[in-house]
């Protein structure tokens, strides 16, 4: 069955610093989401892409965030000046086929 | 807005027993997607069931089935036999499903932390 990959699995960064997340998606489907869920908490919605560019995003997917394609395959979420609320995991997923949740990326600002 | 609540933070049962998570939403929608996640230690989520709001009939996925009910916007888990390996945090989650278009997010609910006692 094919999977989608996410990495690095844990990244530990100091506040302020950039981090780039990366998902390596399943490459015939079309959509492709990044959820984020804080520690003990539920998974929330960051934002959609559809045909290399953004189709929905929610309230969290604020400035800080962005989202690209650069070469066709990978999708990485990018956090310019990381704060310690960003520490959760994040997960990519190709959707509308619910069981292609990537691993996810544990993120630890300190 | 969408909304998913699961009310039972936490839950317990023995080894080979049948257990009951509940779900209720809240949506003005009528063509929707419910779907239940497993999530174990390892935070990897794993989807274990998949309803769609058209068909009547409750989805079943060997030990794992459901308990539908659109009027009341309930949709419960019920796991049979319960194994060691079903001990984990029990997500219900929804989605739209619009005719033309595949986009559209999942909302989940904040999850059910199930024990499986030996």
């Known amino acids: 069955e094919p999977e989608v990959t996410q990495t690095p699995s844990h990244q530990v960064t100091q506040m302020g610093q950039e981090v780039i997340l990366r998902c390596v998606p399943i490459?015939?489907?079309?959509?492709f989401y990044w959820y984020r869920q804080i520690l003990g908490q539920k998974v929330e919605f960051l934002v959609s892409?559809?045909?290399?560019?953004?189709?929905?995003k929610s309230e969290i997917f604020d400035d800080q965030f962005s989202v690209e394609r650069p070469d066709g395959s990978n999708f990485t979420l990018k956090i310019r000046s990381t704060k310690l609320e960003d520490s959760a995991m994040y997960f990519c997923?190709?959707?509308?086929?619910?069981?292609?949740f990537g691993p996810g990326t544990r993120l630890t600002v300190t | 807005a969408q909304t998913v609540t699961q009310s039972q933070p936490e839950m317990s049962v023995q080894e080979a027993e049948t257990v009951t998570l509940s779900c209720t939403y809240d949506?003005?929608?009528?063509?929707?997607?419910l779907f239940w996640y497993k999530q174990p230690p390892s935070r990897q989520m794993i989807l274990v069931i998949r309803?769609?709001?058209?068909?009547?009939q409750n989805a079943t996925e060997n030990r794992f089935s459901v308990n539908f009910q659109k009027a009341a916007k309930s949709f419960s888990l019920k796991i049979s036999d319960s194994q060691l390996g079903d001990a984990a945090m029990y997500f219900c989650?929804?989605?739209?499903?619009?005719?033309?278009?595949?986009?559209?997010?999942?909302?989940f609910g904040k999850g059910t932390r199930l024990s499986v006692i030996a």
């Open positions: 309803q769609e709001a058209y068909k009547q």
């Open positions: 892409f559809y045909n290399n560019e953004i189709s929905e």
């Open positions: 949506t003005s929608e009528s063509d929707y997607y």
């Open positions: 490459s015939n489907h079309l959509y």
């Open positions: 997923a190709n959707l509308p086929y619910e069981q292609y």
């Open positions: 989650a929804y989605r739209i499903t619009h005719r033309n278009s595949g986009n559209t997010p999942l909302v």
